[in-house]
């Protein structure tokens, strides 16, 4: 089975800055894509960035010019750099695995909280 461990998550001040990393390991086959959600409380679990295999990237609208999802293939680890950071990105973030061949992964979250 496949793991992803997560990290980074905290507390900070509006304009600030966290970078979380997830690293995964186990049985990775044929991997399709990864990226990074996050859900806030009583909100919808949304996708906030997202990364393939090759290093093409895109983000939801809200955190574009702010946040970027790199990844260190070698290492099979992808990280979130958050910057200027705002209250309404308060959440709990999960990293994201799937494979091709219908294998899906879910990191155990990670709280972001951002006071104002």
């Known amino acids: 089975q496949v793991q992803l461990v997560e990290s980074g998550g905290g507390l900070v001040q509006a304009g600030g800055s966290l970078k979380l990393s997830c690293a995964a390991s186990?049985?990775?086959?044929?991997?399709?894509?990864l990226g990074w959600y996050r859900q806030a409380p009583g909100k919808q679990r949304e996708l906030v960035a997202i990364?393939?295999?090759?290093?093409?990237?895109n983000y939801r609208d809200v955190v574009k010019g702010r946040f970027t999802i790199s990844r260190d293939t070698a290492k099979n680890t992808v990280y979130l750099q958050m910057n200027s950071l705002r209250p309404e990105d308060t959440a709990v973030y999960y990293c994201?695995?799937?494979?091709?061949?219908?294998?899906?992964?879910w990191g155990q979250g990670t709280q972001v909280t951002v006071s104002s």
């Open positions: 994201y695995l799937a494979t091709l061949g219908s294998r899906e992964y």
């Open positions: 186990g049985n990775i086959f044929s991997l399709l894509l």
């Open positions: 990364i393939t295999p090759g290093g093409s990237t």
